[in-house]
């Protein structure tokens, strides 16, 4: 019953998306979806779902759908070499792997029963989330700009001089590694969707053996991320210090919409903020940063897995972070919103999986509290933290650890207690 109603629930949510996008001339995530049956699509999430799809297949299955999904793409790749249509941005393969996907919702439903049915289409249900996900996530984007023409930019600017303004410090430090140190850090913003996966595929490892999902694990973590956060875009528009103190990250927006062209080299000054008028393309998904939300959950969800796989968490949070801040996507204050955030939907995830109890509800009230404080504050507070930075950077990051402290203090209690060793009994000595 949950999984039909988060079905019920997420088709409801793109329609609603997909009434509102046409209204502003584009296609919504529904229709997109469904022309990359035949149009050359996007192939990492469409693999990354396929791959997350054949965790309820067994070796010989998985073997048999990767290469029909492979044999489809590769007519699809000769047909529009024959025809002469244009393929860019990495755009030649993918479709085979949606099809496979929706092939085995059909067999799901007219070739399985009982438990067999339902495990198949969850593992279905969990590929097509991660892809409609991806889809949704960019519809809102676009809403974010047509929506929102004004953004708050000048507020977290001046509220991140609390924390000593630490985008144009990362940003000068990545500039000097360039070229590579931009490039590795371009390659692990853009592939996080790719480090989720592993992880999920590590956690979802043994559900071909066992038929059945575990209770928790990264993915609900993400969609939930993914599918809340854009609500905040709406209500707190930033578009980043690249964007709105620089030429922006690809000359989109430029200097025309920005205060001034300051971003890296010079911190703005202290002044009063005001809403201010930007461009209809940028995307307001500045706070709180879901790069960050993201990253800290996949370092959450490595630390039991292997050594391997922590090292890899630990980089990829650490290098997300840096090139958040260094390629000028976000403000400092938008990492704090977005661990903290981050850790109340993990907490409150965790609480739905373990049963609610008292320590449980109390975290998931004080992150949720001091979330909403930390926004109340960078709007209306902002002069007060960029003038008292002993004070109030201190505070911020105090907020954000007291949130990490509550999670690790409250998910131990959590975990199942070791049962202790029995000793054997000693024997008495032989007479």
Same mark, same amino acid.
């Given at each position: 019953?949950?999984?039909v109603?988060?079905?019920?629930?997420?088709?409801?949510?793109?329609?609603v998306?997909?009434?509102?996008a046409?209204?502003?001339?584009?296609?919504?995530?529904l229709?997109?979806?469904?022309?990359?049956?035949?149009?050359?699509?996007?192939?990492?999430?469409?693999?990354?779902?396929?791959?997350l799809m054949?965790?309820?297949?067994?070796?010989?299955?998985?073997?048999?759908?990767a290469?029909?999904?492979i044999?489809i793409?590769?007519?699809?790749?000769l047909?529009?070499?024959?025809?002469g249509?244009?393929?860019?941005d990495g755009? !030649?393969?993918?479709?085979?792997?949606?099809w496979?996907?929706?092939?085995?919702a059909?067999?799901?439903v007219?070739?399985?029963?009982?438990?067999?049915?339902v495990?198949?289409?969850?593992?279905?249900?969990?590929?097509?989330?991660?892809?409609?996900?991806?889809k949704?996530g960019?519809t809102? #984007?676009f809403?974010t700009?047509k929506?929102?023409?004004?953004?708050?930019?000048?507020?977290?600017?001046?509220?991140?001089?609390?924390?000593?303004n630490?985008?144009?410090?990362?940003?000068?430090?990545?500039r000097?590694?360039d070229?590579?140190?931009?490039?590795?850090?371009?390659?692990v913003y853009?592939q996080?969707?790719?480090?989720?996966?592993?992880v999920?595929?590590y956690? /979802?490892?043994?559900?071909?053996?066992?038929?059945?999902?575990p209770?928790?694990?990264?993915?609900?973590?993400?969609?939930v991320?993914?599918?809340?956060?854009?609500?905040? +875009?709406m209500?707190?528009?930033?578009?980043g210090?690249? @964007?709105?103190?620089g030429?922006?990250?690809?000359?989109?927006g430029?200097?025309?919409?920005a205060?001034? *062209?300051?971003?890296?080299?010079?911190p703005p000054?202290?002044?009063?903020?005001?809403?201010?008028? +930007?461009?209809?393309?940028?995307?307001r *998904?500045?706070?709180?940063?879901?790069?960050?939300?993201?990253?800290a959950?996949?370092?959450?969800?490595?630390?039991?897995?292997?050594? #391997?796989?922590?090292?890899?968490?630990t980089?990829?949070?650490?290098?997300t /972070?840096t090139?958040?801040l260094?390629?000028? !996507?976000?403000?400092g204050?938008?990492?704090?919103?977005g661990v903290?955030?981050a850790?109340t939907?993990?907490?409150?995830?965790?609480?739905?999986?373990h049963?609610?109890?008292?320590r449980g509800?109390?975290?998931?009230?004080?992150g949720?509290?001091? @979330?909403?404080?930390?926004?109340?504050?960078?709007r209306? /507070?902002?002069?007060?933290l960029a003038?008292?930075?002993?004070?109030?950077g201190?505070?911020?990051?105090l907020?954000?650890?007291?949130v990490?402290y509550?999670?690790?203090?409250?998910?131990? #209690?959590w975990?199942?207690?070791?049962?202790?060793?029995?000793?054997?009994?000693?024997?008495?000595?032989?007479?």
């Open positions: 019953m949950i999984w109603a988060v079905g019920v629930a997420a088709l409801g949510f793109m329609v998306l997909e009434i509102v046409r209204r502003y001339g584009q296609p919504g995530p229709t997109s979806q469904v022309g990359e049956l035949v149009f050359a699509p996007k192939p990492g999430p469409l693999y990354g779902g396929l791959a054949m965790v309820v297949l067994t070796w010989r299955q998985r073997l048999i759908a290469g029909i999904a044999g793409d590769v007519v699809f790749v047909v529009r070499w024959a025809i249509a244009e393929m860019t755009r !030649y393969f993918g479709n085979g792997a949606l496979v996907m929706s092939g085995y059909v067999v799901a007219t070739r399985r029963t009982g438990q067999e049915r495990l198949l289409l969850k593992g279905v249900g969990l590929g097509l989330l991660l892809v409609a996900g991806r949704t960019d809102w #984007l809403i700009s929506a929102r023409p004004a953004v708050l930019d000048q507020y977290v600017a001046t509220a991140d001089h609390a924390l000593g630490p985008s144009w410090l990362v940003g000068r430090i990545v000097a590694t070229p590579i140190g931009t490039h590795l850090l371009h390659l853009a996080l969707a790719v480090a989720a996966v592993v999920a595929l956690q /979802l490892r043994n559900v071909a053996v066992e038929r059945r999902f209770s928790h694990h990264l993915v609900r973590t993400f969609l991320i993914g599918l809340l956060g854009p609500g905040i +875009y209500l707190f528009p930033v578009v210090p690249v @964007f709105a103190y030429p922006g990250a690809s000359g989109t430029g200097v025309q919409w205060v001034a *062209n300051l971003w890296p080299d010079t000054s202290i002044t009063a903020p005001h809403p201010m008028s +930007y461009d209809e393309i940028t995307p *998904n500045c706070m709180p940063s879901l790069h960050t939300a993201w990253a959950a996949i370092f959450i969800h490595s630390r039991k897995g292997p050594l #391997l796989l922590r090292y890899a968490g980089f990829w949070l650490i290098a /972070l090139a958040t260094g390629f000028g !996507y976000h403000y204050v938008d990492l704090v919103a903290v955030f850790l939907i993990e907490a409150a995830l965790r609480s739905l999986d049963g609610w109890d008292r509800i109390q975290l998931v009230v004080y949720s509290t001091v @979330f909403a404080a930390l926004l109340v504050s960078y209306y /507070l902002p002069m007060e003038t008292h930075p002993g004070v109030f201190p505070l911020l990051l907020a954000m650890t007291s990490i509550g999670y690790l203090r409250t998910t131990k #209690l975990e199942p207690a070791a049962a202790p060793t029995r000793q054997p009994e000693p024997q008495p000595e032989p007479v």
